[in-house]
């Protein structure tokens, strides 16, 4: 048996063990504190965040100003109310093609996209929320170039939305006539409508604006709505008021086929048949297949923009290699290019092409700071009953 050394038990000072003990304490108590502090900052920085700082946060900035999130919020429960109205017109008219299904589809369809859009509340608050920045980037616009909304005018619109137009000169009817019992004639007063006074308007807009604030939309918020609309009406004026009433178009026709091997085939048959037979045989585009696929006179910006470009690209007489765009593979032959008047529609749609592209320019040179808080705010009220 190999020896064994001897242990002598070592004797710890009670005062040393006695500050070790503290010492460990103090660093749990310490972990303890520091825990509990982490946790009660949080819990206090969401209900600080909840009760104050989200109502301060603004939604968001464009160049350094504030968009006002009261407004927000009413503006995303005015939208829907919007959409509410108009979900609740069509279900009427659903309701009377009931006995038709092909036509109550067609409505039942929109109502249930309307449905959707609601029930998506990030996606509504988002949209709204962008509509607002669009509108605060047109108004500063519009402020710096001298244009102004009136309150008057402001007042307009609210009077034409309640149908009350003070104005006008009222119809004057005129009398009819009926026979007496002696078969002579005799004139009859004519029925008159009620007028529309003044205190029937200021009735029809105290019963108006009640219903908004049931749903959180005071009148200051309407009114800034309309402001919005008004100010986007005259900058858009003003915008496009250099447009041209002319435009150079083209006059073209084309054949539509599915796939791109088939748009080879038809250039090939072109070599050696008629555009008009060719057209009749084989063209996807019900519409004019049979006249030759002409399309008329069209200006830029009415086709889509694969088939835009190329047909603008031609030379009179010339034809295209096959043209791909959403509706299949297009052979396009142009006919003629001139500068034509615009019709109204027209002309409104080249200002409307040209309005859009000064203000997404516009957009990009402006400073837009969008802060998430809108997510917390936004509201998914009213809602389809």
């Known amino acids: 048996m ?21 010492k460990k304490n103090k660093a749990i108590i310490i972990g303890f504190i520091v825990t509990a502090t982490i946790i009660v900052g949080m819990i206090g920085y969401a209900i600080l965040y ?14 350094g100003n504030k968009i006002d999130n009261a407004y927000y919020e009413a503006r995303v429960r005015f939208e829907r109310r919007n959409y509410i109205e108009y979900y609740n017109s069509l279900k009427e008219i659903y309701s009377l093609f009931a006995d038709d299904p092909d036509t109550a589809n067609y409505y039942q369809q929109q109502m249930l996209q309307i449905q959707s859009t609601l029930y998506d509340i990030t996606f509504f608050g988002e949209m709204v929320l962008d509509s607002i920045i669009n509108d605060e980037i047109t108004a500063m616009h519009g402020k710096e170039t001298g ?15 309640m149908n009350y137009f003070p104005d006008e000169e009222p119809i004057e009817e005129l009398p009819g006539s ?48 309309i402001f919005h609309y008004l100010m986007n009406q005259k900058v858009h004026e003003s ?19 599915a796939t791109a091997d ?23 585009d019900t519409s004019n297949k049979d006249n030759s696929g002409d399309l008329g006179w ?38 003629g290019k001139e500068m034509h008047a615009l019709s109204e529609t027209e002309y ?30 936004v509201p998914s009220e009213p809602n389809i009953e």
């Open 2 to 22: 190999s020896p064994q050394k001897k242990v002598k038990n070592k004797k710890v000072n009670p005062r040393i063990r006695a500050v070790k003990e503290q």
């Open 50 to 63: 909840s009760v104050v700082l989200k109502d301060n946060i603004p939604v968001a900035k464009i160049n």
């Open 147 to 161: 244009l102004a909304v009136s309150d008057s005018e402001i007042d307009e619109v609210l009077q034409e939305l």
């Open 178 to 225: 009926e026979s007496d019992s002696e078969g002579e004639t005799v004139q009859t007063p004519s029925p008159t409508a009620t007028p529309f006074t003044e205190e029937m308007y200021q009735q029809e807009l105290t019963d108006y604006l009640a219903d908004l604030e049931s749903i959180g939309v005071s009148e200051k918020h309407l009114r800034k709505y």
């Open 239 to 257: 915008v496009s008021a250099d447009v041209a009433n002319e435009a150079e178009q083209v006059s073209a026709k084309h054949i539509l086929v």
């Open 262 to 284: 088939e748009a080879e085939d038809v250039l090939k048959r072109l070599e050696e048949e008629t555009w008009d037979e060719i057209a009749a045989e084989v063209s996807l």
């Open 298 to 335: 069209f200006p830029h910006g009415q086709m889509v923009a694969e088939f835009d470009e190329a047909a603008f690209g031609l030379e009179i007489g010339e034809i295209s290699k096959p043209i791909e765009t959403q509706f299949g593979w297009h052979i396009i032959e142009l006919v």
């Open 348 to 377: 409104a749609n080249v200002q409307n092409v040209a309005y859009d592209e000064w203000f997404t320019e516009l957009k990009s040179e402006t400073e837009v700071e969008i802060n998430e808080v809108w997510r917390d705010i």
